[in-house]
């Protein structure tokens, strides 16, 4: 078969102090059984952990590697950098601290170029969590869990089909030129928040199980907390600009941080019996951990894992500020 019968794809990297996983995200990306040609442009944001000079090196030593300056050190205007910069027709997503499967990337062209005539214009899989401290392996372990992030599937799995949005994903460049690319107004849930476009516009989003992405977890409460907090606010920055977006699995984690705060005041303040529903939320985490838990360590600590979660999450999405994507434009042009 001939060069033709393998369209040229375009990786695309976001990478902002990302020193201790970068090396074995591009090894990942560059080590793929794809036959056609593969290029992996880096779009490198002002680090401070030797980030960017390792991208200069790695580019120096690697044909394949275009590395190009974000100044802003944002997520989607690096995304757009990126896209902007490339020359083939697909774009395959992935972060400095991730890592696709040697057959990542000829799985995913064979799907999309399949599913192609029915309108797909995005595929995406599994965002397989996986830690190499206990920390982090047991963050894995929640983020895998139902309890821990809800049903999503490509957190938890589940059968091939559309979907409303996926981890990363691999597109046809077309269908991202033709909606202006990522919202460089959006610091976090850019992802969402473009496949949603993609579908506004007559695309459909795929998921396959098949497809599958090593994630690394943050490595300690201070950061997993930070990065729920973010993931909230966010969101409910999408809620408001795409009105209709919400689901039950979003709200649920507003809700128990609303019930669990009145609970703790009331029950301070009036009667022991408010306790109830803090006490309950507690024992469901408990005993999740318990059932999530492979070891006893684990059980221990994916309680205050999971809370911390939820409560991020939800405790950003109720105070996100309205102004928070008129913040987001200022830095983009900023």
Same mark, same amino acid.
């Given at each position: 078969?001939?060069?033709?019968?393998?369209?040229?794809?375009?990786?695309?990297?976001?990478?902002?102090?990302?020193?201790?996983?970068?090396?074995?995200?591009?090894?990942a990306?560059?080590?793929?059984?794809?036959?056609?040609?593969?290029?992996?442009?880096? =779009?490198?944001?002002?680090?401070?952990?030797?980030?960017?000079?390792?991208?200069?090196?790695?580019?120096?030593?690697?044909r394949?590697?275009?590395?190009?300056?974000?100044?802003?050190?944002?997520?989607?205007?690096?995304?757009?950098?990126?896209?902007?910069?490339?020359?083939?027709?697909?774009?395959?997503?992935?972060?400095?601290?991730?890592?696709?499967?040697?057959?990542?990337i000829?799985?995913?062209? =064979?799907?999309?170029?399949? *599913?192609?005539?029915?309108?797909?214009?995005?595929?995406?899989?599994?965002?397989?969590?996986?830690?190499?401290?206990?920390?982090?392996?047991?963050?894995?372990?929640?983020?895998?869990?139902?309890?821990?992030?809800?049903?999503?599937? %490509?957190?938890?799995?589940?059968?091939?089909?559309?979907?409303?949005t996926?981890?990363?994903?691999? %597109?046809?460049?077309?269908?991202?030129?033709?909606?202006?690319? %990522?919202?460089?107004?959006?610091?976090?849930?850019?992802? &969402?928040?473009?496949?949603?476009?993609?579908?506004?516009?007559g695309?459909?989003? +795929?998921?396959?199980?098949?497809?599958?992405?090593?994630?690394?977890?943050?490595?300690?409460?201070?950061?997993? =907390?930070?990065?729920?907090?973010?993931?909230?606010? &966010?969101?409910?920055?999408?809620? *408001?600009?795409?009105?209709?977006?919400?689901?039950?699995?979003?709200?649920?984690?507003? %809700?128990?941080?609303?019930?669990n705060?009145?609970?703790?005041?009331?029950?301070?303040?009036?009667?022991?019996?408010?306790?109830?529903?803090?006490?309950?939320?507690? =024992?469901?985490m408990?005993?999740?951990?318990?059932?999530?838990?492979?070891? &006893?360590?684990?059980?221990?600590?994916?309680?205050?894992?999971?809370?911390?979660?939820?409560?991020? +999450?939800?405790?950003?999405?109720?105070?996100?500020?309205?102004?928070?994507?008129l913040?987001?434009?200022?830095?983009?042009?900023?």
């Amino acid at each position: 078969m001939n060069s033709v019968t393998y369209p040229g794809v375009s990786v695309i990297m976001p990478v902002l102090n990302e020193f201790n996983h970068l090396q074995a995200a591009v090894r990942a990306a560059l080590a793929q059984d794809y036959p056609g040609e593969i290029e992996l442009i880096v =779009a490198v944001g002002p680090s401070k952990d030797g980030t960017e000079e390792l991208v200069h090196q790695i580019a120096l030593a690697e044909r394949r590697v275009k590395s190009i300056v974000n100044p802003s050190g944002r997520t989607a205007t690096a995304l757009n950098l990126a896209v902007d910069n490339s020359h083939f027709d697909y774009i395959v997503r992935i972060d400095g601290h991730s890592e696709i499967e040697p057959s990542y990337i000829s799985r995913a062209v =064979a799907i999309l170029r399949e *599913r192609e005539r029915d309108g797909v214009v995005n595929v995406g899989g599994l965002m397989a969590a996986e830690g190499t401290t206990f920390f982090e392996r047991t963050v894995a372990r929640a983020m895998r869990s139902p309890l821990g992030v809800g049903s999503s599937r %490509f957190h938890v799995g589940g059968e091939a089909g559309e979907s409303d949005t996926v981890y990363l994903g691999v %597109f046809k460049k077309s269908a991202l030129v033709a909606i202006g690319g %990522f919202d460089q107004r959006f610091t976090r849930a850019q992802d &969402w928040e473009l496949n949603h476009r993609l579908r506004l516009n007559g695309g459909k989003v +795929w998921f396959d199980p098949t497809l599958k992405v090593t994630y690394r977890p943050r490595s300690n409460f201070r950061s997993l =907390a930070k990065q729920y907090f973010e993931y909230g606010r &966010w969101r409910r920055v999408v809620s *408001r600009q795409h009105l209709g977006t919400v689901n039950f699995r979003y709200l649920a984690a507003p %809700f128990a941080v609303a019930v669990n705060s009145l609970s703790l005041v009331l029950g301070l303040t009036n009667s022991f019996v408010f306790f109830a529903p803090v006490a309950l939320y507690l =024992a469901l985490m408990i005993l999740g951990g318990m059932v999530i838990g492979k070891s &006893w360590g684990e059980r221990f600590l994916l309680p205050m894992v999971m809370a911390t979660m939820h409560h991020s +999450w939800g405790f950003g999405f109720l105070t996100s500020p309205k102004r928070l994507l008129l913040q987001g434009r200022m830095k983009s042009n900023g």
